[in-house]
């Protein structure tokens, strides 16, 4: 089984409607992320948690929220999707008990979402 | 200016080719640097850490220049499941484990 799951693996939504994707993993990693990319522009971080508790906005988090339900769960949220959100989202964990290995992320399968 | 800079090819060559990539970074605190693959429509997974002395996995070679700020990936005798994009990754010599994408070198190998 994949340490790191997505759902949904596909989405297409109109614009106004209310997304929610999810992630979850069982690495045991304590930290997590969510990347969007888009073609010619590399992956972007739009949030990233070191523990539950701790919630800190990436270079492009206008748009979205988050939700860090449990160590294994992250959450990403779009309260009113807008075409210019259409993209490949990617879930990845670190690990920061792994000293200077501590860096590596691992991602998950990705949720492709298309708002019209 | 980007803060990771790559070639996005692509990079045509036959099987059994060497091919080097290349890749800048802009942020001299950069701290720990990275080679990811990712194939089409799927998720990058971690190909090498590059380490300051230069470090090699089978055909797979990486070097780093901090000097230069720049960071390169050599492959040697390339095959055809080596065809994906290659990312540049860098992280920030910070706590926050945040990572900084290269858009990517995409290489394709025929047969």
């Known amino acids: 089984d994949a340490d790191v799951t997505q759902t949904p693996r596909n989405r297409i939504t109109k614009t106004g409607k209310r997304i929610m994707l999810e992630c979850s993993q069982t690495k045991g990693h304590d930290r997590m992320y969510w990347y969007r990319q888009d073609p010619g522009l590399g992956l972007r971080l739009i949030y990233y948690s070191f523990d539950v508790k701790d919630i800190n906005k990436g270079e492009i988090s206008d748009g979205y929220s988050v939700s860090r339900q449990a160590q294994a769960k992250f959450s990403l949220s779009l309260e009113s999707a807008i075409p210019n959100q259409t993209a490949l989202y990617f879930c990845a964990t670190s690990d920061s008990y792994a000293g200077t290995s501590g860096a590596k992320q691992f991602f998950g399968p990705g949720t492709r979402l298309t708002v019209l | 200016r980007k803060e990771v800079e790559q070639d996005p090819g692509p990079f045509n060559v036959p099987e059994g080719a060497t091919v080097a990539f290349n890749c800048t970074y802009s942020?001299?605190?950069?701290?720990?640097f990275f080679w990811y693959r990712q194939d089409c429509r799927k998720e990058p997974k971690l190909l090498m850490s590059?380490?300051?002395s230069g470090n090699e996995d089978g055909r797979f070679t990486a070097q780093l220049n901090r000097a230069s700020q720049y960071i390169s990936l050599l492959i040697r005798d390339s095959k055809l499941s080596d065809s994906a994009t290659y990312l540049c990754?860098?992280?920030?010599?910070?706590?926050?484990?945040?990572?900084?994408f290269g858009s990517g070198t995409r290489l394709l190998v025929r047969p």
């Open positions: 990754v860098v992280n920030m010599r910070d706590s926050s484990y945040k990572l900084i």
């Open positions: 590059v380490y300051s």
């Open positions: 942020n001299s605190a950069s701290q720990s």
